[in-house]
Nanobody, 115 residues
Framework: QVQLVESGGGLVQPGGSLRLSCAASGSIFSGNVMGWYRQAPGKQRELVATIAITSGGSTNYADSVKGRFTISRDNAKNTVYLQMNSLKPEDTAVYYC???????WGQGTQVTVSS
């Protein structure tokens, strides 16, 4: 049984936008801290953004994406989104969805920013 399913990656030109989605099983979504991480070739996996699945829904972003990326949630769909705007070539990576409190990871989705 797959717990986290990502979608929305692809190839985009610099300055473009993409929206990633992560659909989670209900049992791991509620009360969790959901996040997006990324891993570029030859680099370590790094945090991109997190959002708490609580009434407050606090968010946290890596400095490199602040002002360009937005993480959000749809509780009714058990889904977390990552809206990525003003994409740069250095954003190229495999993006992974994570459920922090239960330790689940998605399979990853490739994002390539290139002209």
């Amino acid at each position: 049984q797959v717990q986290l399913v990502e979608s929305g990656g692809g190839l985009v030109q610099p300055g473009g936008s993409l929206r990633l989605s992560c659909a989670a099983s209900g049992s791991i979504f509620s009360g969790n801290v959901m996040g997006w991480y990324r891993q570029a070739p030859g680099k370590q996996r790094e945090l991109v953004a997190t959002i708490a699945i609580t009434s407050g829904g606090s968010t946290n972003y890596a400095d490199s994406v602040k002002g360009r990326f937005t993480i959000s949630r749809d509780n009714a769909k058990n889904t977390v989104y990552l809206q990525m705007n003003s994409l740069k070539p250095e954003d190229t990576a495999v993006y992974y969805c994570n459920a922090r409190r239960t330790g689940h990871w998605g399979q990853g989705t490739q994002v390539t920013v290139s002209s």
